[in-house]
């Protein structure tokens, strides 16, 4: 039996995905439920579970490849040599109402015509592909130094330094120790996933929404001597400043609800919730993971919150679902010495 592998809609807004990880390769063994691929959407990456055992037979799209939802990416086969397709003109299935993604047709395959050799596959992570696009590094000259065989950042960093160390067939004087290897064009890095989504989102919040900025300082003496206090007696939980402050907003727009809302075409929707979004930086960018009725949570469950939220953000692992519905948004920059700031 073939099984399509289709990319599912992991969210209300997501209409395309970037597959950035396959779990297993050509081949391989597959039980249903563990991880078979991982996708970048507009707001995470999310690990997919496969919908049923078998072998991975066929993978139509590659890593970094960007596809529409509900195409289809793969196929599954019930045994290891079962024909993908036993007839020219039998069509592989689509799966429920999705788009078709068939195998080559005879000829394109080669038969009666011209046998094209398979081009190797490449193994690369995304942080490694950047490096060496900055650094004007052809990808199909690395190897992988792993048993895995996958290209890492550790593997283009080692090229640039040999190559830099590599004799040229000019002799030209040497550069000084002291000055790194640098590109010697200017490289375009593409604003992708939930960098392009920031990208867009902050150009029209600038464009369309009037900005109002007021600064004031004030005594925090008694909020240091508090989480002073507190951790004092605590053995497991030692609070941030940030879960105080998560507690403390939470309270007063519970008291001034007029704060605690969202501007519309047809009016000013008050929110009965208080759903606070805590920025977390990324290396893909800047999330924003929502603390759901952070009214009615305590500091203890305001503190395991907060560590969930920002743990699944920074690895990668924040779901949609976590990421949607904020009313009011807190951004704590202090770590970076920041007095101010819109």
């Known amino acids: 039996m073939i099984t399509p592998v289709i990319l599912p809609q992991l969210g209300d807004t997501m209409d395309e995905g970037t597959i950035t990880r396959w779990f297993k390769h050509k081949g391989d063994a597959v039980k249903k439920g563990e991880p078979l691929f991982e996708v970048l959407t507009d707001k995470a990456n999310i690990e997919v579970e496969a919908t049923t055992s078998g072998f991975l037979r066929e993978i139509l799209h590659q890593e970094n490849e960007t596809v529409p939802t509900g195409k ?4 599954l086969t019930t045994t290891a040599d079962e024909p993908l397709n036993p007839s020219p003109l039998a069509p592989l299935p689509t799966g ?3 788009e078709a993604a068939v195998l080559p047709s005879p000829i394109e395959r080669g038969v009666g015509g011209e046998v094209k050799p398979a081009r190797k596959r490449q193994f690369i992570s995304p942080r490694a592909r950047r490096v060496a696009l900055e650094f004007g590094v052809d990808v199909s000259q690395l190897s992988a130094s792993s048993q895995s065989g996958r290209i890492m ?3 283009v960093r080692k090229f640039i330094v040999q190559r830099a160390a590599a ?3 000019t002799p030209t004087a040497p550069p000084p ?3 790194p290897s640098q590109p010697t064009t200017d490289a375009t890095i593409p604003i992708t996933g939930v960098r392009k989504i920031i990208f867009d989102r902050m150009g029209a919040s600038a464009r369309e929404i009037a900005r109002v900025t007021l600064t004031t300082e004030a005594d925090a003496t008694r909020l240091v001597e508090l989480r002073e206090q507190l951790n004092a007696q605590q053995t497991e939980m030692k609070f941030s ?5 998560v507690l403390l907003v939470a309270r007063a727009l519970s008291k001034y ?3 605690n809302a969202t501007l519309h075409d047809d009016g000013v929707q008050q929110h009965t919730a208080v759903n606070l979004g805590v920025a977390a930086d990324t290396e893909r960018g800047l999330l924003v993971p929502v603390i759901r009725d952070a009214q009615r949570k305590g500091l203890g469950e305001i503190y395991a919150e ?3 939220l920002s743990d699944a953000a920074r690895t990668g692992k924040i779901l949609p679902d976590d990421l949607r519905g904020g009313t009011f948004t807190i951004t704590n920059l202090g770590q970076q010495e920041i007095d101010a700031f819109t």
């Open 72 to 75: 289809t990416i793969a196929y």
């Open 96 to 98: 429920e109402g999705k």
């Open 153 to 155: 950042e550790a593997d």
């Open 167 to 169: 004799p040229s067939v």
């Open 177 to 179: 120790l002291s000055v």
């Open 241 to 245: 400043f940030t879960d105080l402050v």
């Open 257 to 259: 609800p007029y704060m």
């Open 306 to 308: 907060v560590r969930r």
